[in-house]
């Protein structure tokens, strides 16, 4: 029987090594984020803050008033803007294990969101900050699982057909599994980054592919659905 790993848990671990990041930035926390140019480091911070803060009190926008949740993610990141890192870093102290034990409630396939969107910001300050990956197999595999789900989802709503995704951590097809058109083999990591639309359309074709690799892509792609896009320009390697 497979057992997967407990996504508070997951949610826990990777929250303690942001923390670390981050208490060890110095002045780095003022660094702006390729990934985010809006947004500095010490925003990142605010932002996963906010979130855990705003769904654990059940603060979430009408799609209809606010679209994308943009102003939402913004209030998150100005309310919190000019206040001392600690003290940003206490609240989450606080919010935290509620949110963790709702992802465990909820279960691996919702608490994979969670781990994933976490594991990415992160990422992206490390990306920031000019630091190795965040490349912990367990967390790296809990935030694939959830790209890979939402992008066979989009896959079998656009009705594309489906494609073969190989990696050192899961091997599957996304889509139709009975008219498999490309077939893309990667690392986990690097493919989590594309999916996930910190790498550029070229550096996603750049991966071994084979069949209809930009078909692929662009049919991957209308799931973003105007909340985010590959970026123009390489941000990361």
């Known amino acids: 029987m497979t057992t997967t790993p407990d996504p508070g848990d997951l949610y826990e671990a990777t ?9 060890a930035a110095g002045g780095g926390l003022a660094t702006r984020v390729p990934s985010a140019p809006a947004w500095t480091v010490q925003d990142t911070v605010a932002h996963v803050v906010g979130l855990c803060a705003d769904l654990n009190a059940l603060r979430i926008p009408d799609p209809a008033d606010d679209p994308g949740g943009n102003a939402w ?40 969101h969670f781990v994933a969107d976490l594991h990415c910001h ?25 790209y890979l789900t939402f ?27 009975t008219h498999v058109r490309a077939t893309v083999t990667a690392d986990a990591f690097t493919l989590l980054r594309c999916l ?11 991966l071994d592919w084979e069949g209809d ?5 662009a049919a991957i792609e209308a799931g973003f659905m105007g909340n985010y896009s590959f970026p123009d320009a390489e941000v990361e390697r």
């Open 122 to 146: 992160h990422q992206d300050v490390r990306v920031a900050l000019g630091l190795p990956p965040d490349d912990d197999p367990t967390t790296v595999a809990a935030a694939l699982h959830h």
């Open 196 to 206: 996930s639309a910190r790498r550029t359309r070229a550096q996603f074709r750049a």
């Open 15 to 23: 929250r303690a090594r942001f923390t670390a990041t981050v208490r």
């Open 73 to 112: 993610t913004e209030a998150q990141v100005a309310s919190r803007r000019g206040r001392p890192l600690d003290e940003v870093l206490a609240e989450w102290d606080v919010e935290a294990p509620r949110f963790a034990d709702g992802l465990r409630a909820f279960g691996y396939d919702f608490g994979a």
């Open 151 to 177: 992008a066979d989802e989009t896959l079998r709503a656009n009705g594309w057909g489906g494609v073969r995704v190989r990696t050192e951590l899961v091997e599957r097809v996304l889509g139709d599994e």
């Open 213 to 217: 690799a930009d078909g692929a892509i």
